[in-house]
């Protein structure tokens, strides 16, 4: 079966760090992805691990551990403009790039 | 600049009717999606296309049905509207391989 796990809701002030945890199950495995999506936007790539390790994009990074289907995104330097939900999907092994998709988690960054 | 446009940012429809959500991609994606966006639930894929005239069922199929008759065109239609369908509609692309998805701006669709 398919089940990807992540928190409801995190707070953090502005300047912070926050991480983000996921915690997949999938019939095949073939890469971890992470969005944001703003209220009443669309989501928007941020990150892609397919090989464990971290992987770095300026403010944002993200972590993989293939062994123990787990994932994080850091967010660090929080700003406002990073109030959102961050959706973390796995990509399936058929050729066509099915993801199955989190709930979400809710960030909201404070003053 | 990639794009994927849908028909409507909001929609309302009585019980019955019949629905067409439109989606259309300008990067000459191979791979199509519909997903329907509920709070707590996350995205559930509805059906997805990998080629013209090509569908496959995702999670929720029932209640809906699509069409692909351009490679840049991918239709989700409701044949009878039902309030449970009540929600936001997310259409997505995608290059085959392992590549992310680009979403569209979503339909929310309400059914009275």
């Known amino acids: 079966g398919q089940n990807i796990d992540q928190p409801t809701e995190m707070t953090a002030t502005e300047g912070a760090i926050v991480q983000i945890n996921c915690t997949y199950q999938?019939?095949?495995?073939?890469?971890l992805f992470w969005y944001q999506q703003h209220a009443g936007e669309a989501p928007t790539f941020l990150s892609y691990n397919v090989l464990d390790g971290l992987e770095e994009k300026g403010r944002f990074s993200s972590f993989l551990s293939r062994s123990k289907g787990y994932s994080y995104l850091l967010l660090k330097e929080l700003q406002m403009k990073d109030s959102a939900s961050y959706l973390c999907?796995?990509?399936?092994?058929?050729?066509?790039?099915?993801?199955?998709f989190g709930a979400g988690t809710q960030v909201v960054v404070t003053p | 600049d990639v794009k994927v446009t849908q028909s409507s940012r909001y929609l309302v429809k009585r019980t019955g009717e019949k629905v067409f959500l439109e989606c259309v991609q300008d990067m000459d994606h191979e791979n199509m999606f519909w997903y329907r966006q509920d709070p707590g639930l996350g995205l559930r894929l509805i059906y997805f296309?990998?080629?013209?005239?090509?569908?496959e069922k995702g999670d929720i199929p029932e209640g809906y049905s699509v069409s692909r008759e351009k490679k840049e065109r991918f239709s989700l239609i409701l044949e009878s509207a039902s309030t449970n369908q009540t929600s936001m509609y997310l259409c997505a692309s995608s290059r085959t391989g392992v590549n992310e998805q680009f979403f569209g701006p979503g339909t929310r669709l309400t059914v009275l």
């Open positions: 999907a796995a990509r399936t092994t058929d050729s066509w790039g099915k993801f199955q």
């Open positions: 296309s990998y080629d013209v005239k090509m569908k």
């Open positions: 999938t019939s095949g495995f073939n890469g």
